[in-house]
């Protein structure tokens, strides 16, 4: 079963890196694990937006990525697709501590994230928490030490960062910061740059917005690797 498995994963890295990424407009085309597909399949999601199109090939070729397109346009699995691949292709487990970072302003916004990612992610085996606050630190902390990803609000994942002994984020893959504009608004930008600190430099990063403004490129100059960053925006018809 094993040898099985790896075998997948070989012929599945294989097929990212032969992936012509300008092409595909179905979920069915991408190169994808069979978990991530059942996910998508049974939410009824087929035919990607065009956010998606633009940033989903690039991110699973691991891209970094800077991407603004308006509220619903469907950003959300524009940026969780690649987080469940990156960990499947990692053959992430649960002794590896966290392998991805969801930042996302408000707690609602969090909430929403982290329904999407147990919808598409019900196929994989990966540990997910929400650290959003109103629930005793302690509860938390005992969690987050076996979470693999971690969606969360920025002052509250920052408290766990400082505090928390336990807290295994020298393996992590992924950051995300979603409502990238919104978290500037919000008056979190210190906040941000302290939980990049805390981080392995290398690693992937995407970030999304729904408006393009000089603060987001400055965040995005911080957060991103330059030489490999993609800028990406798709305006939509209405
Ligand atoms: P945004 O974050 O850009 O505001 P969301 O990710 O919240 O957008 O998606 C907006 C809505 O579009 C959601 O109801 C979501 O389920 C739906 N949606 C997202 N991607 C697709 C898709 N590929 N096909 C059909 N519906 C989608
Ligand atoms: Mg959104």
């Not at 920052?158 to 505090?163: G, R």
Request: hydrophobic share 40%; charged share 25%.
């Amino acid at each position: 079963r094993r040898e099985k498995d790896l075998e997948e994963l070989k012929e599945l890295e294989q097929r990212v890196n032969e992936f012509d990424p300008s092409g595909a407009t179905l979920f069915d085309e991408l190169p994808l694990s069979q978990q991530t597909v059942i996910g998508l399949k049974q939410s009824h999601f087929t035919t990607l937006t065009a956010i998606q199109k633009k940033s989903i090939p690039l991110a699973l070729k691991g891209k970094d990525i800077l991407g603004a397109a308006k509220t619903g346009s469907g950003k959300t699995l524009a940026f969780l697709i690649p987080l469940l691949e990156c960990l499947y292709r990692n053959q992430w487990t649960q002794y590896d501590g966290l392998g991805a970072l969801v930042i996302s302003p408000t707690r609602e916004l969090a909430i929403q994230i982290f329904d999407v990612l147990r919808k598409i992610g019900r196929a994989h085996t990966f540990s997910a928490g929400l650290v959003i606050g109103g629930k005793d630190v302690q509860v938390e902390r005992d969690r987050i030490s076996r979470l693999n990803i971690l969606v969360g609000t920025p002052g509250r994942i920052l408290q766990h960062m400082d505090q928390a002994a336990g807290f295994e984020i020298g393996n992590l893959k992924l950051l995300i910061l979603d409502e990238a504009d919104r978290i500037l608004d919000m008056g979190f930008k210190k906040t941000v740059d302290a939980i990049v600190q805390h981080l392995p430099r290398e690693r992937q990063t995407l970030l999304f917005s729904a408006t393009q403004t000089k603060s987001v490129a400055d965040l995005a100059r911080l957060s991103l690797s330059s030489e490999r960053a993609e800028y990406i925006s798709a305006h939509e018809k209405a």
